[in-house]
């Protein structure tokens, strides 16, 4: 006779597949969650595909038998397709990928709030204690608290019952009722541009089968009303539908409109959701009760039962690069996820990557042009001020052109915007006596003062202290400087220029939930708001009638360093910043201070002609062999070991192979050589695209050892380099 066996990615660092037996009665298929023996533990993992992964071939009577299968539904077969690709392309490991499926849902983590109840094995080991437990849990269900206080014994008893698989993890809400989104509820009359991309986008959810999109329109055009009615189409064919957003806070006003349009909200999946929301949520997503979901990029990693559409909103925005754990592009990943539902995805955005740019030339994505806005709003007037000709007063930031157009704009009783890309009042602290520059402990970086919460914080790590009475170098006393802008500095500018307007500012120390976000839109809004300053925050989604001026205060301030993406990104955020003024019945008006007037750039956004620049910048890219049109990959090596780190690097280089149309750079200092205390080396990997860049990398990686302090960890197509 034999023994039916089946292969397990286990949730363990380094370990991958292992075989185990199916004992009798169990019925187990690919996709399923289960709890397996390794050595004297417990361990939870799920069955895979064998034919698809490496296994050590153990003689199947030598195995150990899978101990429980848990109470969660299966991954189905697609997204354990796109579990394959991503951490193939991202050359992660496979378990770190599922991980993502199955975010402390029911069993990883979370034990504070998963729900247990008995249906496992029977402990090997029967003390009374257990036993005396598990006649009072029998068809119990609760959390760990809730049945050592319902069996009368101590917790390490219900931990140890949890460990030993024989209470099981219950996945809570499942008959939670969920409101259903009516396509039907308010349908809008769309313009003549946007019924002719929505019917291209909502013919295709209809039909089934891959179909990718990229929905480029102009700021204000009317996006999200063309991508809700992909999201209909998905509803009217009994499908799912997911949209992606950059910044979950900022989503109330976007539920507003969504809840307008369909008559009730969407799912919303977001890290700040309560575990039992998180279950509930999660569950209704698996068994299809939950149509349409709006959520960040780990949203991508639920198990849809039925997706018909996935909407990437602002695709352009970087938040959608994951750059912890499973390094990974939302935008991307989301396209895969279509192609293995065979389903339509829209990336939609005013300002396109150029990798999307180019995969809308090629043919690979369908392009959609809204090439005006909405209601016949015009596009902003757009103007650069030379700060070379006019230079802010010593110790300000906003120069006469601005002052004077911000001046203008509040004498009419309208609302302007100032754009500065740096939370805080000063990214550098000072000592006007020894020359100290006060940085974090734990990272390669400046600590940036706050100055309304009284503390220098460090933005790489959250390290936070108070403001030192004096220099913690010399102990001079009252030598400290703040040196350069950030948005506190400015909004004292501002109050000073005008003390009788309101201010509001708009970061993420500010705007830090999805009620502030409310708040503050329905201040702006009821005019109760005069001058907004704001960080990128203030660049997405919103729309205000009356804010009709525009002033970003430093538009160089992306141009510096080495990053390639430099020009790209600063068209993108000045761009989408611009795009808040004049959207109503009143123009408005952008002023750009920079010290550059003549860089392609800033004379793209002038001239509101993005053609040119992306040409050129396309060019370059093209020329240097970078992505799209070549393969880049970053190996960043850490420890907390600075000598581990390099020697790593080092031995990885040395290892490096050759292949024509492959080369090494480095090892040489990550951009930030030191964050959260790990020293940090880089080798950047570059290829053409003939090459299988991650077959290449896997291998090689693979041939080096490294030791137990040294973490190694791949960034295919990296955002800095
Ligand atoms: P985008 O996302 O392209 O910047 P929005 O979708 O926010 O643009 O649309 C801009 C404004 O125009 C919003 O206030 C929106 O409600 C409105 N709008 C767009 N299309 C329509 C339509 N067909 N009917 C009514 N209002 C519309
Ligand atoms: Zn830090």
């Known amino acids: 006779m034999t023994t039916a066996s089946v292969r397990v990615v286990v949730f363990q660092h380094g370990l991958g597949a292992l075989d185990y037996a199916v004992p009798p009665g169990l ?17 939870t993992g ?14 199947p009577k030598r195995l150990r038998p899978v101990a429980a ?9 697609p997204l354990r397709r796109l579990c394959e690709w991503v951490a193939d392309y991202y050359v992660a490991p496979l378990a770190g990928v599922i991980r993502m499926v199955w975010p402390s849902v029911a069993f990883l983590g979370d034990r504070e709030t998963t729900e247990y109840r008995a249906g496992g094995d029977a402990p090997t080991r029967l003390t009374p204690e257990r036993a005396r437990a598990l006649e009072k849990l029998a068809d119990r269900q609760g959390s760990v608290r809730d049945l050592t206080r319902i069996a009368g014994v101590s917790d390490a008893v219900i931990r140890g019952l949890v460990k030993a698989g024989t209470l099981l993890p219950v996945v809570v809400g499942a008959d939670r009722p969920i409101a259903v989104p009516d396509p039907g509820f308010a349908p809008p009359l769309l313009e003549a541009a946007q019924a002719a991309a929505a019917g291209s986008i909502a013919d295709a959810v209809t039909a089934g089968g891959f179909a990718p999109f990229l929905l480029e329109g102009v700021t204000g055009s009317g996006k999200t009303e063309v991508y809700f009615e992909a999201v209909a189409a998905a509803l009217r064919s009994g499908g799912q539908a997911l949209v992606l957003v950059p910044e979950i806070a900022l989503t109330a006003p976007w539920l507003a409109r969504f809840a307008a349009r369909f008559g009730c909200a969407p799912v919303s999946w977001h890290s700040d959701l309560k575990a039992s929301e998180r279950r509930a949520a999660w569950s209704a997503i698996a068994d299809g009760r939950a149509r349409v979901v709006v959520g960040a990029r780990s949203a991508l990693f639920l198990p849809f039962k039925d997706l018909r559409v996935t909407i990437v909103d602002e695709a352009h925005e970087t ?28 990336l939609a955005t005013a300002t396109p990557a150029i990798e999307t740019q180019v995969q809308a030339a090629r043919g690979t994505y369908r392009h959609l042009l809204l090439p005006a806005r909405f209601g016949g709003a015009r596009m902003p007037d757009i103007a650069a001020v030379d700060l070379r000709r006019f230079p802010p007063a010593r110790g300000h930031w906003l120069s006469p052109p601005l002052v004077a157009a911000v001046t203008a704009t509040l004498e009419k009783g309208e609302q302007a915007l100032l754009f500065l890309n740096r939370r805080g009042y000063a990214p550098l602290t000072l000592c006007r006596t020894c020359g100290e520059r ?19 914080a460090c933005h790489h790590c959250g390290h936070v202290t108070p403001v030192p009475p004096a220099c913690p170098a010399c102990g001079d006393a009252d030598s400290l400087v703040a040196c350069g802008p950030g948005v506190e500095r400015i909004a004292e500018e501002v109050g000073r220029l005008w003390p009788a307007a309101h201010v509001a500012l708009v970061t993420s120390d500010t705007i830090n939930s999805p009620a502030r976000a409310a708040a503050l839109v329905a201040a702006v809004e009821a005019r109760e708001i005069d001058v907004l300053i704001g960080t990128q925050m203030v660049t997405k989604g919103y729309h205000f009638p009356e804010l009709t001026l ?51 750039v800033m004379q793209a956004l002038v001239a509101g002609d993005p053609r040119a620049f992306y040409a050129a910048e396309t ?4 020329d240097l062999g970078l992505p799209p049109f070549g393969r880049l990959a970053a190996i960043i090596v850490s420890s907390e070991d600075a000598g581990a780190a390099l020697a790593a690097a080092r031995a990885i280089g040395a290892a490096a192979p050759a292949a024509e149309g492959l080369s090494v750079l480095g090892p040489a200092a990550a951009p930030l ?12 990997v570059q290829a053409t695209r003939t090459l299988a860049l991650q077959r290449i990398l896997r291998d090689w990686l693979g041939s080096v050892p490294v030791p137990g302090n040294v973490r190694v960890v791949v960034d295919v197509d990296p955002y800095s380099f």
């Open 27 to 43: 019925d187990l298929g690919p996709g399923d969650a289960v709890t397996v023996p390794l050595g004297p533990r417990t361990i």
């Open 319 to 346: 938040s959608f690069k994951q750059e912890e754990g499973v390094h990974y592009h939302a935008r991307d990943v989301a396209v895969m996820r279509a192609r293995e539902e065979a389903a339509t995805v829209v």
């Open 438 to 456: 006060i940085q974090c402990p734990n990272c390669t970086a400046w600590m940036v003062e706050h100055r309304l919460s009284r503390r220098l």
């Open 46 to 59: 799920v069955v895979w595909d064998a034919g698809r992964l490496h296994g050590r071939d153990v003689e």
């Open 550 to 600: 525009v002033g970003v205060v430093d538009a160089d301030l992306g141009l510096s360093g080495g990053d390639l993406r430099a020009g790209e990104r600063t068209f993108q955020q000045v761009a989408q910043v611009a795009g808040r003024a004049g959207r109503g019945a009143k123009p408005g008006r952008v002023l750009i201070q920079t010290h550059q007037p003549q860089a392609r």
């Open 619 to 622: 060019e370059t890219r093209r």
């Open 673 to 684: 050589a030191m964050l959260r205390g790990r020293h940090r080396q880089r080798l950047l």
């Open 69 to 77: 299968r848990l109470d969660l539904p299966p991954i189905a077969e």
